[in-house]
């Protein structure tokens, strides 16, 4: 991480991407040393942001907020909410 840090500060391109593809191939190793299957903790993850995501659109229109004009502050927000929401339910089972 400290060395993709490095390199986003020199803006090369080239070694900003050859830093993230470090940093990705990094985790998977790690999801395979915790016996996790990276393909499926990428899927929950990809689910939980549509999820989020959804949460701020409808709430975004229940509020009569177009999301082209909310702030990323006031997006931010709304994705807390999200997340508060999801813990919420899980923790009522």
């Known amino acids: 991480l400290e060395e993709l840090k490095e390199v986003y500060k020199g803006k090369d391109k080239e070694k900003i991407i050859e830093e993230v593809g470090d940093l990705i191939f990094a985790v998977v190793n790690v999801a395979r040393f915790l016996d996790v299957e990276p393909e499926s903790a990428t899927h929950n993850t990809v689910e939980k ?45």
Do not use: P
């Open 49 to 93: 942001f549509i999820k989020r995501f959804e949460y701020i659109e409808k709430t975004a229109a229940k509020n009569g907020q177009k999301l082209d004009e909310m702030t990323l502050s006031d997006m931010d927000k709304l994705w807390n909410e999200a997340k508060m929401n999801n813990f919420n339910k899980k923790n009522e089972k």
